[in-house]
């Protein structure tokens, strides 16, 4: 049995992000919010540096992650700048 979940905060809109998922009403993307607990920052704090968030809608994206890992995987991949693209300088900081 194919079970669809519903996401109370998440949301995909073409015209934003080319439809990757996002918080509903804002521009944040899930990647983004992965990419920031990937760093180390707990769930909790997430809101600190995105203060337009709240704790439930960051934890919903982590949960829509580890529902879709593969999808958001690849839009992290997709948006990763190529190594020899970086300036030497900064890139082994």
Same mark, same amino acid.
């Given at each position: 049995?194919?079970t669809?979940?519903?996401?109370?905060?998440?949301?995909?809109?073409?015209?934003i992000?080319?439809?990757?998922?996002?918080?509903k009403g804002?521009?944040?993307?899930?990647?983004?919010?992965?990419l920031?607990?990937r760093?180390?920052? =707990?769930? /909790?704090? &997430?809101?600190?540096?995105?203060?337009? *968030?709240?704790?439930?809608?960051?934890?919903?994206?982590?949960?829509y992650?580890s529902?879709?890992?593969?999808?958001?995987?690849?839009?992290?991949?997709?948006?990763?700048? =190529?190594r /020899?693209? &970086?300036?030497?300088?900064?890139?082994? *900081?």
């Amino acid at each position: 049995m194919d079970t669809t979940v519903a996401y109370r905060y998440i949301t995909s809109v073409p015209d934003i992000h080319g439809g990757e998922p996002i918080i509903k009403g804002t521009r944040t993307s899930v990647r983004t919010i992965v990419l920031a607990w990937r760093r180390g920052v =707990p769930p /909790e704090e &997430i809101p600190i540096g995105l203060p337009h *968030l709240t704790a439930a809608q960051v934890f919903e994206a982590l949960s829509y992650y580890s529902d879709n890992q593969e999808e958001i995987n690849g839009y992290i991949e997709s948006n990763q700048i =190529p190594r /020899e693209l &970086i300036h030497p300088a900064v890139r082994d *900081l």
